[in-house]
Structures are given as structure tokens and as C-alpha cells.
């Protein structure tokens, strides 16, 4: 197994990426094919998809094992499953398996393929990049039995410094305020976690962003160059 | 990477797996955890999905490499397009992803996973597992450009020789009739084939299934064991 290419994301820490892909279309990440794989040839008809599978490496956590169950976020943290049913990163291969629209794919120089919603943790490496087939992919009548925990997206609000700062930073990053509100919708802290005066920080593009969580709402108090 | 598991399936070699999965429900698989990865915790909760991603090795291809493109059977076998714009078998990772509905899950002795619709060759190393996430895996905006080939499924019909011994295989092989007609219906033939004389083989379960095929229509002519 090589590497054909890797993520340029704007996900730069494991902390922010949410657990439920999709939600963040405002995510955006670039596949960039390594040598030899970077030429046009490889990508001559993607453009007739709408979406691509990216198989990748969890190498941000593939040196600290397994185990055979594991405590999903989703199910509050304390409540133990199979490994094999589950998501994890912490797998025995450590695959990944991310489904992402294709905004674009560049040949000129290199190959790009632009993407967007994909929960890809920057620098990650690619292994395998498939077109999405919606006959054989897209399954109506799949079901997932785990109860949802019926947590609400939580209201994203920010301070009149962080909207300063945002504001300033509109032309160079147009979806970063969207793609905050995605992700903090979603609370990225631990299912054990709800500790209303901590500030937590996470790394977006080349910022650290820093906020406060009730239950209900997160107040973004702080976006930071880094 | 190493192989967690492996695959018994009624397809037992390429040739007859259908290039359009999902199309044949009537296909079982296994896969059978290999240890020391055969502990019931693995799969623990596992029950709560309907269907899983198998995602496996390409044992059967892996060793004649592969090329920067394809030409995919479903464009007639004539036009080339780039291997990642395929889920061709000859990719410069041979990393494999199939759906499958789980038809149950035993833990008494190791573990086995049952599924039905894989289109997993017998013999295949399964890499990983995991669960199909609809909120995330099901895309119903997904779409696919390429232009169907616009052909229609075959009729499929048995000689009564064929239809003898199929009769005598029911009580053991229940969906053995089934799977053939599901499998011949998609034309398993190269795009480029189309003799009506000749007589093809696929090798299903333990049984060699012979047929005939004009563009409309395919004959199975015998069902021998091998």
C-alpha cells in the first residue's frame, strides 16, 4: 500500500472534524496525487460524478492501536460496541472511508481534486479515490438501529470580536464563518464534556478558533491567526 | 495491513461476479473473522445496522498490476477512462468496497458475518468492516454521468436438462436458481462478446452453469458438479 495522494484540508486537528460528515458542506479539502499518480490520465472521466469515495490512512492515530470495542461520541461515551461496528479511527487496518462532492478537479499542473463535505483531516494520506455509484452505493432502505441521542444542533453565536475578525477575513475565506456554525452545530466537545465556562480551541485553515458551550448554544469568543 | 478476515461466497471466480452489485440479492457471502480478530466483542452491536462496507483486498488481480486507465465493460470495452474514474479490480492500491445487507451474525464459534447482494469473490481478505451510515452513505443528489449502455436485462431461461438438476439441487441450494438468473440477467459477457453459439461457463457454489447467449436472451444449458 503507497500513498497516491494527499488531503490539504481545512480540518488541521482530529478535534474539529465532525462525527457526522455531510453536515459541513462548507468543508472544503483538496486531493492532490503524489508522483507517479499525478497525471490527467488517472482522473479522464470523474467529471461525470457528483460524488467520490476516498479511502485513506487514519495516520494521525494509526500508532496508538486498537481495541476490540470502543465508546462512540454518538452513544454519550460510556457505552462499550464492537470496533467493527463502529466508525473509529482506531481500527485493526487503519482505513477510512469518507464520501465527498467533487467541486472541482484541476489538471494543469498535477491533479487536484477539490472537494467538499469530506471530513478529512489535513495531510491525510490517500489510498484510493472511486467514483460514487448511486445504484450500487445509495441504499433506500438501509437502517441504523442505534438510537439517536436526540441531541438538537446547537445555536451558534458569536462575539462582537470574533465577528470583527471574521468579517476582515471574508474575501480571503468566504465559507469560514458558514463552516464554523457547521461544525459547532454539531459540538465537537467529548459526550462527557458540558462544562459551560471552559473555552475550547480548535484549528481551521490558519486559524485557532476558540468558544464556550452550553448545552444549547456555543458563543464563538475568539477567531485567531496562528 | 492484514487480513481480519476472509470471504466464502457461491462466487468462485471473477468471471461470473456481476458487474452491477446489488442487482443479484440472491448472492450470499461469509465473512469469517481470522484470529486472533474472531472475538464476538469485534462485532458487538453490529445487529443494530442493516448493511455493512466490506472493504477487501483484490486477491484474484492484485499480481498483474494495473494501468493509468480502463476500459470499463460498462462503456462497451472500447473507451478508455482514468482507473480512479472505475471501481475497476486494477488499481495502484487493490483496495476493494462493496455494500452487502447483513443476513445475520454468529458468534458461537469465532465470528461470521452472513450477507447477501456482496459481490465478493470466494477467497477475498477482508481488510475491514464497517457499518453503512445512511445519513452519511446513502447520497441521494449523487449522480452518475455516464451514459448507460441502455441495455436491457436478459431473459433467462433453462434447458430441461438444467431444470432437472436444478430441481434436485433445491432443498440443498435454495437460492442456486435464484442467483443464476440474477447473474446471467446482467450478461456477465466481455461488452465485446456476442456469439450465440458459443457456450460460456461460470463457476457458482460448487457447480460449473453453462449457457448459451444471443443479445436478448440467455439459455442455461447444463448444471454439472465439479
Redesign the interface.
Known amino acids: 500500500?503507497?500513498a497516491?495522494g494527499v488531503v490539504e484540508s481545512c480540518f488541521k486537528e482530529k478535534f474539529a472534524i465532525p462525527r457526522?460528515?455531510?453536515l459541513t458542506p462548507s468543508a472544503e479539502a483538496i486531493v492532490r496525487l503524489l508522483p507517479p499518480?499525478d497525471?490527467?490520465?488517472?482522473?479522464?472521466?470523474?467529471?461525470?460524478?457528483?460524488?467520490v469515495?476516498v479511502?485513506f490512512a487514519f495516520h494521525g492515530t494509526a500508532d496508538q492501536g486498537w481495541n476490540?470495542?470502543v465508546r462512540p461520541p454518538k452513544l454519550g461515551g460510556n457505552k462499550?460496541?464492537?470496533?467493527?461496528?463502529?466508525?473509529s479511527t482506531f481500527?485493526?487496518?487503519p482505513?477510512g472511508?469518507s464520501?465527498a462532492r467533487i467541486a472541482g478537479i484541476e489538471t494543469d499542473d498535477g491533479v487536484r481534486i477539490a472537494l467538499t463535505g469530506a471530513d478529512l483531516l489535513d495531510g491525510t494520506p490517500v489510498?484510493?479515490?472511486?467514483?460514487?455509484?448511486?445504484?450500487?452505493?445509495?441504499?433506500?432502505?438501509?437502517?441504523?438501529?442505534?438510537a439517536d441521542d436526540g441531541s438538537l444542533p446547537l445555536l451558534v453565536n458569536f462575539s462582537p470580536e470574533a465577528e470583527v475578525t471574521l468579517a476582515a477575513l471574508a474575501d480571503q475565506y468566504p465559507k469560514l464563518r458558514d463552516l464554523i456554525c457547521e461544525v459547532l452545530a454539531q459540538d465537537p466537545r467529548p459526550g462527557y464534556a458540558d462544562d459551560p465556562v471552559r473555552e475550547y480551541g480548535m484549528h481551521l485553515y490558519d486559524f485557532n478558533v476558540r468558544w464556550r458551550s452550553t448545552g444549547h448554544e456555543a458563543i464563538v469568543t475568539r477567531v485567531e491567526a496562528r
Do not use: C
Open positions: 500500500m503507497q497516491i457526522q460528515p455531510g499518480y497525471k490527467p490520465d488517472m482522473v479522464r472521466g470523474l467529471e461525470q460524478f457528483s460524488h469515495w479511502v476490540p470495542t462499550r460496541v464492537g470496533v467493527l461496528a463502529t466508525r481500527r485493526p487496518n482505513i472511508l464520501v489510498l484510493d479515490i472511486k467514483p460514487y455509484l448511486p445504484y450500487a452505493d445509495a441504499i433506500d432502505d438501509a437502517w441504523n438501529g442505534y
